[in-house]
């Protein structure tokens, strides 16, 4: 079976510019988290989805964020527009069980970096 | 909030054993996972406690005593494969999990 699919792996843009992170999770689960990890503040959860809908998006670091996920098998987090301080890697993981407390599976991840 | 606290940084030998603990508040969490990342990989599971007690799984084990609100995870015979970030993360009902900042283990020969 296919794990949770990110794209891109990485990306390079200029400050100011929208950034569009993508995911797939794994077929079945019903449940989505999109994190954000930096040595700094090591892993931190931003949204997390239940059966497509937003259930905790306390995290979401201000309004220049903003995820979506329109059906059970795609997600997309946007950042408009980006800052440097943006630079991290974001991972999405996704879980079969409701209520966000299952054992989660990570994507790749996308690095990113906002010059 | 709940606090997950680790220590930042272990180092080790091939061939030893290690134990990486973990703490947190005792009035949250139903259980405690356990998570391998390697440096530029993604975080792996690793184990997952929601009882008291030792749960063995090859050279891991994990424990768990929720009245204390501590865990560790033992790793035995290491190799050098075993250098990585691992991270504990509380599961509290109808949240998210919420994870520590990460303990590297640094295993030398």
């Known amino acids: 079976d296919a794990g949770v699919i990110q794209s891109p792996r990485h990306e390079v843009t200029e400050m100011g510019q929208e950034v569009t992170l993508r995911c797939k999770p794994i077929s079945g689960h019903n449940s989505l988290f999109w994190y954000r990890q930096t040595m700094m503040r090591g892993l931190e959860l931003l949204i997390y989805?239940?059966?497509?809908?937003?259930?905790?998006d306390s995290g979401m670091p201000e309004d220049r964020f903003s995820a979506k996920m329109p059906n059970a098998s795609f997600s997309t987090l946007k950042i408009q527009p980006s800052e440097p301080r943006d630079s991290a890697v974001y991972f999405c993981?996704?879980?079969?069980?409701?209520?966000?407390?299952?054992?989660?599976?990570f994507g790749p991840g996308t690095r990113l970096t906002v010059l | 909030g709940q606090n997950i606290d680790q220590p930042t940084e272990m180092t080790a030998t091939e061939g030893a054993i290690v134990q990486i603990n973990c703490t947190y508040q005792t009035s949250g969490f139903n259980g405690l996972f356990w998570y391998q990342q390697h440096a530029g990989e993604a975080p792996t599971f690793l184990s997952y406690n929601v009882l008291d007690g030792l749960e063995e799984k090859g050279r891991f084990s994990s424990f768990l005593s929720r009245s204390k609100g501590y865990s560790y995870l033992l790793l035995k015979e290491l190799q050098m494969k075993d250098s990585a970030s691992y991270l504990c993360?509380?599961?509290?009902?109808?949240?998210?999990?919420?994870f520590g900042k990460g303990t590297t283990l640094s295993v030398s020969s």
């Open positions: 993360a509380g599961n509290q009902a109808g949240t998210a999990l919420i």
């Open positions: 993981a996704s879980t079969k069980t409701s209520g966000g407390s299952g054992t989660q599976y």
């Open positions: 989805f239940n059966n497509n809908v937003p259930i905790d």
